[in-house]
């Protein structure tokens, strides 16, 4: 089992449903956060993921909005350790490694997320919030676990759940590394594709 040292390490680094989100040009658009799915194309094949909206809201919509601003897009899975988790999101992975930007510490600028943890347990499949040492840290980071760990629970903010796709996170889980948890070889996240989840009436 892992202790939070280690968990630290590895770490570092009610609304209504249709919102609105700020372009780049001053227009707002409708986002309906409640019913977004993500689709993770990665090197290993596709990561589907529903939200938790009712859980945490303002996790949920960063993502989406990080996702459909192409934020994602080219970012690695710079960390891996299988029978645990994959982390990614780090913007500074669309580059080769700065010194005095190491990959694992990038983030969405000086944006942060105040911790929303709640009643979900972190199980297989479970998508949460990568943070550092300060509970309100989260910024762009994320991790997928792959086996129960229970033992994050109450320490950082569950937001999403994989409905399709384990397989593939298992592949990148498994794949061969090197220090830091680093994968050998480059994991891309090439595109994050965003739809509405099909209604159930």
Not at 3 to 10: D, G
Not at 39 to 55: N, R
Not at 56 to 64: C, D, L
Not at 142 to 168: N, W
Request: proline share 5%.
């Amino acid at each position: 089992m892992r202790t939070r040292t280690a968990i630290a390490l590895m770490l570092a680094c009610a609304l209504p449903l249709a919102a609105t989100q700020a372009t780049g040009k001053g227009k707002k658009v409708a986002r309906d956060y409640a019913n977004t799915i993500a689709t993770l194309q990665t090197d290993m094949g596709d990561i589907q993921i529903k939200f938790f909206y009712d859980k945490a809201p303002k996790h949920v919509e960063n993502f989406i909005d990080l996702a459909a601003s192409g934020f994602y897009d080219g970012t690695l899975f710079h960390r891996v350790i299988p029978g645990f988790m994959i982390q990614g999101g780090d913007p500074n992975t669309k580059k080769p490694e700065d010194p005095s930007k190491p990959w694992g510490t990038g983030g969405n600028g000086s944006n942060r997320i105040k911790a929303e943890f709640n009643d979900t347990s972190h199980k297989r499949g479970i998508v949460s919030m990568a943070r550092a040492a300060d509970p309100n840290s989260a910024s762009s980071q994320f991790f997928v676990v792959v086996k129960d760990s229970g033992f994050l629970d109450g320490q950082y903010s569950a937001f999403g759940e994989v409905v399709s796709g384990m397989e593939v996170a298992d592949k990148i889980a498994a794949a061969p590394r090197g220090a830091n948890d680093r994968p050998n070889q480059p994991i891309h996240i090439k595109k994050v594709l965003l739809s509405q989840a099909k209604s159930s009436s």
